[in-house]
């Protein structure tokens, strides 16, 4: 009988990123009540690129904290 260890989900989260990646964006926001002020904001968001841990495939994410591409991989490896 092999020994298997369970990994947490911290390693998990660690292990299955590959690459990070910042996109720049704008953002608009309305001050007045009938919205004649308009301002924008630059803003930058992250993607992870990751290694889905049930199929293998790679995707993308906004969160740090993801370990499967779908509901359905994720449902195999709980």
Known sequence: MTK?????LEELYEKNTIG???VEQTRSY???LA???IEKKKI???KYLKVCCSCGK???SHKYNS???SYR???NII
């Open 4 to 8: 298997t260890k369970l990994i947490s």
């Open 20 to 22: 990070v990646k910042l």
């Open 30 to 32: 309305q001050t007045a």
């Open 35 to 37: 919205g004649e002020k």
């Open 44 to 46: 930058s968001r992250t």
């Open 58 to 60: 790679p995707y993308e």
């Open 67 to 69: 370990y499967a591409c």
């Open 73 to 75: 991989c994720r449902q």
